[in-house]
């Protein structure tokens, strides 16, 4: 009687890999497409710095990390704006003084801005002098040396740097290079406002860059079309957290927190 000898694994023969249908490639592209989609819905998404008014908490081609988890979500945290809300956020949550928000242009809804959060629904802001009043109250203000940059013509500047802090205690580096910023075309003086009341369900927001940065100073009603004005809850996209990368200011700003 002969004995069966057991089968080599080395002689098994190999099965064919079973190659992909077409079908099949695009519903695994299409799913992972859907999963990309969702997380930067509802967690988060990757922006690219298109100016230097945030200048020198962030520079222009910078690319930062936005939570969408911090306030909650609108018809903004979406591709293609859906009103899928009627106008209102789901699971909103208000934002800090001194944050960095991404938000929607109101007066441009295709536009989006960075900034930061200065005035609460409620707040009286002003600038006099140069300096920013909250309230009544002038933020306290202390001199961080300077930062060399490029003006339109290439041509470098010393730019005077201020750490303010804000009521609550929250602090950052704001760049002044005009102590009298007068627009000698509309005459607007953006060191020397009036008082603005930030309405119910809106916010006060500035750039960091103070004389280069249209922000929450700045309206249609002062002769600045595209400007944002006050901006309504409902437009805020998310929270400036990280610095993926960036190619330009001190060494060691890659993934950095903005907080």
Do not use: C
């Amino acid at each position: 009687m002969t004995e069966t000898q057991p089968v080599s694994p080395l002689l098994t023969p190999k099965k064919a890999k079973k190659k992909e249908t077409p079908g099949e490639m695009f519903r695994s592209f299409a799913f992972a497409v859907l999963l990309a989609l969702l997380f930067r819905s509802v967690a988060y998404e990757p922006f690219h710095i298109p100016s230097g008014s945030m200048l020198s908490t962030l520079y222009e081609g910078d690319y930062i990390f936005v939570s969408k988890l911090s306030y909650g979500y609108s018809r903004y945290s979406f591709p293609f704006s859906p009103d899928m809300f009627g106008g209102e956020r789901v699971l909103g949550t208000m934002p800090a003084r001194g944050d960095v928000v991404v938000f929607r242009n109101p007066v441009d809804t295709s536009t989006d801005y960075i900034k930061r959060v200065i005035g609460l629904p409620g707040d009286r802001v002003q600038m006099k002098h140069d300096r920013l009043y909250i309230n009544g109250t002038l933020v306290e203000q202390t001199r961080r040396g300077d930062v060399t940059l490029p003006d339109s013509q290439g041509q470098m500047h010393a730019i005077p740097r201020y750490e303010e802090t804000l009521p609550g205690g929250r602090s950052h580096v704001v760049l002044d290079a005009n102590p009298d910023n007068q627009d000698p075309t509309t005459g607007f003086n953006s060191d020397n406002t009036a008082v603005y009341t930030v309405p119910e369900g809106h916010f006060f927001m500035m750039g960091d860059n103070r004389d280069n940065s249209q922000d929450s100073r700045f309206s249609k009603e002062l002769g600045y079309g595209n400007a944002p004005g006050f901006v309504p809850f409902e437009n805020l996209i998310g929270r400036a957290e990280i610095i993926a990368f960036s190619w330009k200011g001190e060494p060691g700003r890659w993934l950095k927190s903005i907080l």
